[in-house]
């Protein structure tokens, strides 16, 4: 992290962060996968699809500034069909913290080596610096980007609080002043988004209020509205990719069919799990599916309150029946073997890729016990992907 002392208070601290053993997965699914993110995204620019998921979005998502929104997360499960996209994220973390993993794993070999090389990890701190230049652009400012806000709520709290870390140096190194801050501690005065004593160019946005909608937020929401400064990833890029609902047109492919999509796209939204949104109509014939589902809140985030089928109780179906569910046909993980403590355990694997207009910046596997991901699972973790 560039010094052994960091490591020891935000490394060593979080021994779930990440696992030592890597999973291994062809070229072909990456190619795959790929496939999948861009069928999305070219669906995502088609007028039908974004009145259709514009509709049942917050108001503000329908301003348009022009950013694409930074480190676009695409959740996979490797099922004996293909890969099944699980979900979209627009503020997906552990990118930067993977690229420190990749930078540390290449030690081990000769084998080891050759395969991060295509991992993207070599490029990855140039490619992101343009990555925000270029949200820069977009949105028509001119000029150096010079002072860079990265926001939460409560970030030196939050368990990913070293990838701040990590994302901070990485912009110095480029000349870039960069502050991590809570959100509540932003002003928008005379025009201007302020952060202490000066203004911010640009926000990089790690909040999970979506829509900016809470009341310490506010200076964030103003700014945002008026194009102050540049919000990335913002309301708008969350309301087009990572709202679930969208997830039950993207896995329909009548709907597709009807925008219209070219061929190759709609075969490779066979890979998104069919989705349904729960509704007063169809929720007893989903409880009699149950087994094969996994239920998902629609403007939920970090696996919170998420449930599969075959552990929901009649409490909680009541909970999912009163709104804002979906329900997603269940593709079972992978799973990958360690050896902990010396003895071999099964682990459950997913993949991340993180991409940018289409293009894969980096790629992650995580590791882990239960319904979803939790980086509590001993072994478990972030995983180096070694594409074969």
Request: hydrophobic letters at 45%; glycine letters at 10%; aromatic letters at 8%.
């Amino acid at each position: 992290m560039g010094g052994a002392q960091l490591s020891a208070a935000f490394i060593e601290a979080r021994p779930n962060l990440f696992s030592n053993t890597p999973v291994f997965l062809s070229a072909g699914e990456i190619t795959e996968m790929l496939g999948i993110v861009r069928a999305i995204e070219a669906v995502a620019a088609l007028p039908g699809y974004r009145d259709t998921v514009l509709s049942w979005a917050s108001e503000i998502s329908r301003r348009d500034h022009g950013p694409l929104g930074v480190f676009m997360g695409y959740d996979f499960h490797l099922t004996g069909d293909g890969p099944k996209l699980i979900e979209v994220n627009t503020n997906a973390g552990g990118a930067f913290l993977n690229a420190l993993l990749i930078r540390a794993q290449r030690a081990c070999c000769t084998e080891v080596d050759a395969a991060l090389r295509q991992s993207g990890a070599d490029e990855f701190e140039a490619a992101v610096v343009r990555m925000y230049e270029n949200e820069w652009r977009l949105q028509g400012k001119s000029g150096a980007l010079r002072r860079i806000a990265i926001i939460d709520d409560r970030p030196d709290e939050q368990y990913l609080y070293p990838e701040f870390l990590l994302a901070q140096g990485a912009f110095a190194r480029h000349g870039m002043e960069a502050q991590i801050a809570d959100a509540g501690q932003l002003r928008y005065e005379g025009g201007q988004l302020l952060l202490e004593a000066g203004p911010v160019d640009l926000v990089y946005n790690r909040l999970v209020d979506f829509a900016l909608e809470r009341p310490e937020h506010a200076a964030l929401r103003a700014a945002y509205l008026a194009g102050a400064a540049v919000v990335t990833p913002n309301p708008r890029v969350h309301a087009l990719f990572a709202d679930k609902r969208n997830m039950t047109v993207l896995s329909d492919q009548d709907v597709l069919r009807a925008l219209p999509l070219p061929s190759d796209a709609l075969a490779a939204l066979r890979g998104v799990p069919r989705t349904v949104l729960v509704t007063a109509d169809n929720a007893a014939q989903l409880w009699l599916e149950r087994k094969n589902l996994f239920f998902k809140p629609v403007a939920g985030h970090g696996s919170k309150a998420v449930y599969r089928g075959d552990k929901v109780t009649k409490g909680v179906w009541a909970e999912i029946t009163r709104g804002g569910y979906v329900a997603q046909e269940f593709a079972a993980p992978s799973e990958r073997t360690i050896r902990l403590d010396g003895v071999n355990q099964t682990r459950k694997a997913d993949v991340r890729l993180y991409v940018y207009d289409g293009q894969i910046l980096l790629s992650a596997a995580r590791l882990y016990q239960g319904q979803t991901t939790n980086f509590r699972t001993p072994g478990g973790g972030f995983a180096p992907l070694l594409a074969l």
